[in-house]
């Protein structure tokens, strides 16, 4: 065998160990938006409990890692859309929460911590914030008081995720059944299905 054939295989061999992981599933990196560019108006879980003892908001919550790929595909293509932008600032106070940040969190008189684990570990608010089911995205939406309306695991597009976030945040979740909302929901993207 000569040796550009040997270095080609090697080279074919080699770009497949990297494309393999694409395959199945996961992302291995997409280009993030920078919190200061996005057109969410993102704070932290602390900013978001201050603000709504002043003006009542349901509170939006991405719970993330850094290591999650499809949560940066989620920010730069879900929440980077206008129309889904618009929603999370002008109905919730929009949170950005790392589920392994080290630094703790006083909420309601618990100091939720940072809990080493593996090679990692999880931040005791992701846990609680989305019933010990950690997995990532997770999106949790809370009421004007504080209660879970519910999470939502996994990757959402914008289509799909602006009928879920008018839904909630218009309070339709309050009188309407999931169903009936399909039905009467009109979607602001041209030729979408949702």
């Known amino acids: 065998m000569t040796n550009f054939k040997k270095i080609s295989i090697f080279l074919f061999l080699l770009s497949g ?6 395959a199945y599933g996961q992302v291995q990196s997409v280009a993030l938006t920078p919190a200061e560019e996005s057109p969410v108006k993102w704070m932290t879980f602390e900013e978001a409990i201050e603000k709504s003892k002043k003006e009542k908001r349901k509170i ?16 730069k293509n879900t929440f980077s859309e206008p129309n889904v932008a618009k929603i999370l600032n002008e109905q919730f106070y929009p949170v950005k929460f790392d589920a392994e ?10 100091t939720f911590k940072f809990v080493p684990s593996g090679s990692k570990g999880y931040h005791q608010l992701a846990a609680a914030l989305l019933n010990n089911q950690l997995s990532y995205p997770t999106v949790v939406f809370l009421d004007e008081d504080f209660r879970m309306i ?3 695991a996994g990757y959402q597009k914008a289509p799909e995720f602006h009928k879920i976030i008018q839904f909630i945040g218009g309070d339709f ?22």
Request: proline share 5%; net charge negative.
């Open 150 to 152: 519910q999470p939502l």
């Open 101 to 110: 940040q080290k630094e703790d969190v006083v909420f309601n008189g618990t």
């Open 60 to 75: 939006f919550i991405d719970v993330y890692t850094d290591w999650c790929g499809w949560c940066k595909v989620m920010d």
């Open 17 to 22: 160990s990297f494309a393999a992981p694409t």
């Open 173 to 194: 979740y309050k009188n309407t059944k999931w169903d009936q909302w399909q039905t009467i929901y009109k979607s602001p993207y041209v030729g979408s299905q949702d």
